[in-house]
């Protein structure tokens, strides 16, 4: 399994996708003036404290004030908030919380009340981005992501990845990292640390440990609102995260670009420094390497699945819809159940797909094709599973019901990405209907009987889409002659082609729209 990694610069950011096996898995828009990052720590002011919700409102400088549950709190969040206070009244506190006494943890079932207070100055982590209409969600478990480690302040224990299975190395991490961690400071192992050696784990560590003391140093003088640890761009932090044997080329179009990633691997894995390249070809980097036939392809509504199958994607407010469909799918398969299966297996391979590639978040509803048998559901369950595991983000898949409905959740710390791939019709406005051609003559023909016999309009224009245009003017006597026998007054017919086939506008004789009730 190979993995290759494309950024392309645009005068507004960054275009990221990531191919596993030249297909596309991943992509993101990191925006040039993006703010309030995964990852980003700043020292945000309390402004309301909900004793209903069990949570505060705080700003960090977002148009709405960020969200902070009583559960997003760290244990230890008295110590970060009298560490915080003694670093803001310049206390000589030292950066590496050398001899800083702990202060006792708070309980898990506590009230938000007796934690924070209004106007109260707060070092906080956003942990999901502002998505639609929602600001910021933060935490004050504030932590600093390594490519082995994750350092987080103010705690002392060393837990490691679940993913590491083997309780041997297990066991060599957590004695290695004990050894090593500085006071104060908790460590999460993480799962591409299995098998490494002290020396890459230590050092990793202490770029952890700089980069804190370089959020402290900036904390002395900060002022409310300023963000005080920054989160590396979203290229960097996938290539921290998934940099391993099997990634075969990092290409880039862009110098700066370049020379970062080139530091960053210098720093992290200087034997993949020949898998950087850069791009400066006559073509585009998306194009030349069919990134951009691909992202046309599979964000519509509709995506085709290899054997002729497809699936439709829906998004409401509360959850997202797939519905799966066998299409034109025609195989040598004995019965109708070995044909939905083989549908549902494809469809749950792109599925697991199209949540990566679409960072789609929350509730997502899965309507397979019904199965008869439950080892054949269970069968897909599995294979979604499976191909589930490579995400990076946070879900949980529930077993496929009887009726053919899988249940997932995903978390989304992003807004969720999407490429316009359709416009919407102007004559149904993406209904997918439009009223009756004969209804729209009646209604408009109603429209000018009322006009010209209770109005008594002067002189008439009407403007209207090319085909009533030529439905009104056809024939020797065509019926916009037969107006004028009715009325003895000429009616002006206008075409235009912008309007919707059911649209129509009447002027009066200074050329001003009517308002038709």
Not at 211 to 231: H, M, N, Q, T
Not at 291 to 318: C, D, M, N
Request: hydrophobic content about 35%; proline content about 3%.
């Amino acid at each position: 399994m190979s993995n290759e990694l494309f950024i392309s610069s645009t005068e507004k950011g960054e275009r990221i996708a990531l191919l596993q096996d030249k297909r596309l898995i991943e992509y993101h828009f990191d925006e040039a003036e993006h703010q309030f990052s995964v990852g980003d720590i700043y020292l945000g002011t309390v402004k309301k404290v909900v004793s209903g919700l069990n949570a505060a409102f705080i700003d960090i400088g977002y148009e709405k004030d960020a969200f902070l549950h009583y559960h997003d709190l760290s244990p230890n969040i008295l110590s970060l908030n009298a560490y915080t206070k003694g670093i803001l009244n310049k206390k000589p506190f030292s950066k590496r919380l050398k001899g800083f006494k702990l202060k006792p943890q708070i309980d898990k079932l506590g009230k938000i009340t007796d934690v924070l207070t209004k106007g109260q100055s707060i070092l906080v982590q956003v942990v999901k981005e502002p998505i639609s209409s929602k600001g910021p969600r933060l935490s004050c478990d504030i932590s600093i992501a390594g490519r082995y480690v994750v350092l987080v302040p103010f705690a002392n224990a060393v837990n490691i990845s679940k993913k590491i299975t083997s309780k041997q190395e297990r066991q060599r991490l957590h004695k290695m990292l004990s050894s090593v961690k500085p006071e104060n400071f908790g460590v999460i192992v993480r799962t591409v640390a299995e098998n490494k050696e002290l020396d890459e784990l230590q050092k990793d560590l202490e770029e952890c440990v700089e980069k804190w003391e370089k959020g402290i140093f900036k904390l002395k003088k900060a002022k409310p609102r300023d963000r005080i640890v920054s989160e590396m761009n979203r290229a960097a932090s996938i290539l921290r995260d998934m940099l391993n044997d099997n990634f075969d080329n990092v290409v880039v179009d862009s110098k700066d670009n370049y020379e970062k990633l080139k530091a960053l691997l210098q720093s992290i894995a200087p034997e993949k420094l020949k898998i950087l390249k850069f791009h400066n070809g006559k073509s585009k980097l998306y194009e030349q390497y069919g990134i951009e036939r691909q992202l046309k392809s599979l964000f519509g509504r509709s995506v085709s699945l290899p054997s002729g199958g497809y699936l439709i994607i829906e998004h409401t407010e509360a959850l997202h819809v797939i519905d799966v469909n066998s299409g034109n799918k025609s195989t040598r398969e004995e019965d109708q159940e070995a044909t939905a299966v083989n549908v549902n297996k494809e469809a749950a391979r792109e599925i697991a797909r199209q949540l990566r590639l679409r960072d789609m978040g929350g509730i997502v509803v899965i309507d397979f094709i019904d199965m008869k048998q439950a080892a054949n559901r269970k069968e897909i369950n599995s294979v979604l599973k499976n191909e589930m595991k490579g995400d990076r983000s946070k879900y949980t898949v529930l077993p496929i019901t009887k009726f053919g409905l899988a249940q997932i959740t995903r978390q989304r710390v992003r807004p969720e990405m999407n490429i316009v791939t359709k416009e919407k019709c102007p004559s149904c406005n993406g209904t997918g209907s439009i009223q009756a051609s004969i209804t729209v003559t009646d209604l408009l023909e109603n429209h000018l009987d009322h006009l010209m016999e209770k109005q008594n309009e002067a002189k008439m224009s009407i403007i209207l889409h090319p085909f009533l245009y030529a439905y009104y003017r056809e024939g020797v006597i065509s019926r916009q002659l037969k107006w004028y026998f009715k009325y003895k007054k000429w009616i002006k017919l206008i075409k235009d082609s912008s309007l919707g086939i059911t649209e129509f506008h009447f002027l009066n004789a200074h050329g001003e729209e009517i308002e038709l009730k």
